[in-house]
């Protein structure tokens, strides 16, 4: 069974940082990119971060100014995103996604979804 879940979540101030992990399970060895989307009522579900096979190539939309970083642990199975400097726009549910190739995930096509998980910044 194919399982993403997402952990580290929750309710910062503004400037804060927090680390999101998702572990991943379950998966076929050929769905091997990684990304991390979020999503912002009544907006559309948007790409923070994707992450290629062995973690040699990264995509960040320019948007994000160098905020977010993410990582990957194969071993462990998990893929991180690391959020600094936080704002209120930030607040969102955020969403880690697999897929065959980091071509899919940046389109936004990733072939799995995780339920999410809520960050709210206050300000």
């Known amino acids: 069974q194919v399982r993403l879940q997402e952990s580290g979540g929750g309710l910062v101030q503004a400037g804060a940082s927090l680390r999101l992990s998702c572990q991943v399970s379950?998966?076929?060895?050929?769905?091997?990119?990684r990304g991390w989307f979020r999503q912002r009522p009544p907006k559309e579900r948007e790409l923070l971060a994707a992450i290629s096979w062995l973690g040699d190539a990264t995509y960040y939309p320019d948007s994000l100014q160098d905020r977010f970083t993410i990582s990957r642990d194969d071993v462990k199975g998990t893929v991180d995103l690391q959020m600094n400097n936080l704002e209120p726009d930030d607040t969102a549910t955020y969403y880690c996604?697999?897929?065959?190739?980091?071509?899919?995930?940046?389109?936004?096509?990733?072939?799995?979804w995780g339920q999410g998980t809520q960050v709210t910044v206050l300000s």
């Open positions: 379950g998966l076929n060895r050929n769905v091997r990119a």
């Open positions: 996604a697999a897929g065959l190739f980091i071509e899919s995930v940046r389109a936004g096509r990733p072939e799995y």
